[in-house]
């Protein structure tokens, strides 16, 4: 596929009428990265798919950052309603993994190439479990995100999807108020929202930003 001038969401809403139209409901693994950014997907793609939530992030440099995100994410799982089962696989926490995928994440800011690499390492992670446990397609939240390149996103998501033969299911969820959804939603749950993306350069640039 041409990823030029895409529209990902698009995209997505064809597959998802053609999921509907032939009466089936496949499984998906989801990547996740927090509550907030996980909470307009599940309601929105809860109703098309059985999803697994993938809790995969070890770009969060803090432990107890990591900790109070997996557990924020738990209980609005626990809380929020959906058509068909929600589940959910963990992932041991390991920022080496980050740093080892990421070595020169402080040499530009979030949005860089640094942030691609960050893509890629979660995406691949998702893909590869996708394929061991056999999901009919795979994606990701963080095209909700403004701060996230969709564009990026799903190229690395459309590559992956050949390497290990998993459906990538395209997305840019902050259309069609996505985005917006999901502060009405953290709003109606509770949901702790960090300023950050998860490392240690992004929360340094949150903390400067602050400041100004």
Do not use: W
């Amino acid at each position: 596929m041409n990823t030029m001038r895409v529209n990902y969401q698009k995209e997505q809403e064809k597959t998802l009428k053609e999921l509907e139209k032939a009466g089936m409901v496949p499984s998906l693994l989801l990547h996740g990265c927090c509550a907030p950014c996980s909470s307009y997907v599940l309601e929105y793609l809860s109703s098309y798919f059985n999803i697994t939530m993938l809790f995969y992030n070890p770009n969060i440099g803090d432990a107890g950052e990591y900790e109070k995100r997996k557990k924020e994410l738990l209980r609005m799982m626990d809380e929020m309603p959906f058509r068909y089962p929600v589940s959910y696989m963990d992932c041991e926490y390991d920022p080496k993994e980050f740093y080892t995928a990421v070595p020169n994440r402080s040499e530009d800011s979030e949005g860089g190439e640094s942030c691609f690499q960050c893509y890629r390492l979660r995406l691949e992670k998702t893909a590869s479990e996708a394929r061991r446990g056999g999901f009919d397609y795979f994606t990701t939240t963080l095209s909700i995100s403004p701060l996230k390149n969709a564009q990026k996103l799903n190229e690395i998501g459309q590559e992956l999807s050949e390497k290990y033969q998993v459906p990538y299911l395209y997305s840019d969820f902050k259309k069609k108020n996505g985005y917006k959804r999901s502060i009405e939603l953290s709003a109606e749950y509770g949901l702790y929202r960090q300023n950050y993306c998860g490392c240690v350069f992004s929360r340094k640039e949150a903390e400067q930003r602050d400041r100004t």
